[in-house]
């Protein structure tokens, strides 16, 4: 099976150094907040151009210490796009707050922003306060936050960008990370730049919030004395060791992202005549977490279960919007259905994505899918 994400190539190119990194912290033992971990802030928001950045256990935990530093809870309105991974929704449930689902734009698939207006009716209806907005950054994309932004503003709304798989990317010359006034990262060993293990971090331009931040990232402790519990907080840290990995990794990234640029290229002039190959906004660059096709929901079983016998793995992300998941069902959404949200939940299709795919594998996956449309299309014709 051709890997969905090539996580050894790049090993391979910085062994070395990780595990001399390694060694440095076997032998100065700062497991905890070692100096590895002010290193990587520091060249976190030089790299993102963040005024500050604060290192986090995961991506989750970083979109709970922002809501958490907002003192958002119950009787707050918080919204978001029901296209997204669980986690986006999940914090905003965990803390007491309303969810509020909006949808989402079929081309970038990202946050809708007259879906979000209606949205911010229906909170007001529901006897809510609404509080802020979550844009996801779908896939790599960043979302049109200069189409946001003043909607926040008007509605007094905060708004955190989750941008877990958009870091290293841009938006008409800026960089995420600066996009919003917090924005929310993960380190998750799958995403464009990833630890080995968990990780996350938070990028804002506000230094109170920074402070805040600070202290519920551990417990909730005095910014002077430790020991005097000024709020309550959480074990929310990144190991120093995770720290050192993603230094080394954050060296090749800038690279990388012009390879995975090269990678969603060549998919995108080879896949063009047979199925709807992702759109992304004029001035914007994508991370490409993903490189995900639009095709004909009818036919999507077909044709993975065809891939796989050619072992190309493809991947549904997500197969279910949250407004119909199980646990989120209860929650409001902008309006009665979210159409496209649903949609693109039966017709999105992701293909082996990652800096490492060479051209002679992606070829054979092109011309491969191709194949098998052709195949699947001549089944559908003459079931009639
Ligand atoms: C991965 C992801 C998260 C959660 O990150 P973790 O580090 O796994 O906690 C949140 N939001 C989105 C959109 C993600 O893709």
Known sequence: MIPFIDLATQQKRIRPQIEAAMVRILDHGAYIMGPE??????????????????????????????????????????????????????????????????????????????????????????????????????????????????????????????????????????????????????????????????????????????????????????????????????????????????IEKLALFPEELTLRQTVADRYSQGLADVATTPFVAQECQSTWAQYTLKIDPAKRKDIMEELKKEEIPSVIYYPLPLHHQQAYKHYPCATSTLPVSEELANCVLSLPMHPYLDEETQDRIIKTFCEVLTRVNTKFQSKG
């Open 37 to 246: 971990v002010y290193a990587l802030e520091a060249q976190l928001s030089s790299f993102c151009g963040a005024q500050h950045t604060l290192s986090c256990s995961n991506g989750t935990d970083a979109l709970t210490l922002v809501l958490r530093a907002k003192n958002v809870g119950p009787g707050d309105a918080v919204f978001l796009p029901s296209f997204t991974f669980a986690a986006t929704a999940g914090v905003v449930a965990l803390i007491g707050a309303t969810v509020i689902f909006i949808d989402v734009l079929p081309d970038t698939f990202n946050i809708d922003p007259m879906s979000l207006v209606k949205g911010i009716e229906k909170a007001k209806a529901l006897g809510l306060h609404p509080s802020g907005v979550i844009p996801v950054d779908l896939f790599g994309q960043a979302a049109d936050y200069d189409a946001l932004t003043p909607i926040a503003e008007k509605h007094g709304l905060w708004v955190m960008a989750d941008a877990a798989q958009s870091f290293g990317g841009t938006y008409k010359g800026r960089k995420v990370g600066t996009l919003a006034e917090t924005t929310t990262t993960s380190f998750f060993p799958a995403k464009p730049l990833g630890c080995y293990g968990d990780g996350g971090a938070v990028f804002t331009e506000n230094s109170a919030l920074l402070n805040i931040l600070q202290s519920l990232r551990i417990h909730g402790q005095g910014n002077e004395d430790k020991y005097k519990n000024i709020r309550i907080g959480m074990n929310g840290r990144m190991d120093t060791l995770q720290a050192a990995i993603l």
